[in-house]
């Protein structure tokens, strides 16, 4: 199983960020996993920014809440997720994981490789 | 952060160390283990308190008593020096929350 993750790495001050993490070697729609977003900011510790089902069922940090949206295609097996009115706190590596494959619980045991995103004009 | 680590431990190459992870919550939701070596993603080491996945060497060991989680690892080598991160819920039971994580150094 491998997640990528894909988006611009330079987004402007008040705009918002979108990225896509691509699932392989498993199906978003016939896993009982659930599908999320972490983010760590440069030489700063992992921040959970929130997760989705397939059944489009998501659930958000609540200091997130108001700024994100996370989406799921399973036709595209991928999922995606917007941070709306970004500022320089937004800049960070995006990583995006797995989480609730039996028996793992809640750990997340696959993790993409991580992009990017610096927010500047 | 509901997880307290402590920022930097160090150990001499060979010996064994704990990394720590406290919170009120971990009385009552299990805890994960996470490796990050520099300019790498996190990799899975601990599930459910102390259940390490297949791959993860058996020198790697976690626990829990009361409020406090442990990671063990024995016998430290060169390519243990990494962040370690400890990963849980918050007392609501609704978020998911890291700890602020420990800087291991390999002497």
């Known amino acids: 199983v491998q997640l990528q993750e894909s988006g611009p790495g330079l987004v402007e001050p008040s705009g918002t960020l979108s990225l896509t993490c691509s699932v392989s070697?498993?199906?978003?729609?016939?896993?009982?996993?659930?599908w999320n977003w972490v983010r760590q900011a440069p030489g700063k510790g992992l921040e959970w920014i929130g997760e989705i089902h397939h059944s489009g069922t998501t659930h958000y940090n609540w200091s997130l809440k108001s700024r994100v949206i996370i989406s799921v295609d399973k036709s595209k097996n991928h999922f995606s997720l917007k941070v709306m009115s970004v500022t320089d706190a937004d800049t960070a590596f995006y990583y995006c994981a797995r989480k609730g494959y039996i028996p793992f619980g809640d750990a997340f045991d696959i993790w993409g490789q991580g992009t990017l995103i610096n927010v500047s004009s | 952060s509901e997880l307290t680590q402590d920022p930097a431990v160090s150990v001499a190459l060979g010996q064994t160390v704990n990394i720590t992870c406290q919170g009120d919550?971990?009385?009552?939701?299990?805890v994960d283990w996470y490796q990050q070596r520099a300019g790498q993603a996190p990799l899975f080491l601990v599930y459910g308190n102390n259940v390490r996945p297949s791959g993860i060497p058996d020198r790697i060991s976690g626990s829990r008593s009361g409020n406090t989680a442990s990671l063990t690892i024995t016998g430290a080598q060169a390519e243990d020096e990494a962040d370690y991160y400890c990963?849980?819920?918050?007392?609501?039971?609704?978020?998911?929350?890291f700890g602020g994580g420990t800087k291991l150094t390999v002497l």
């Open positions: 070697g498993d199906s978003i729609a016939g896993s009982s996993s659930w």
């Open positions: 919550s971990l009385r009552n939701h299990y």
């Open positions: 990963k849980s819920r918050d007392k609501s039971g609704d978020q998911l929350v």
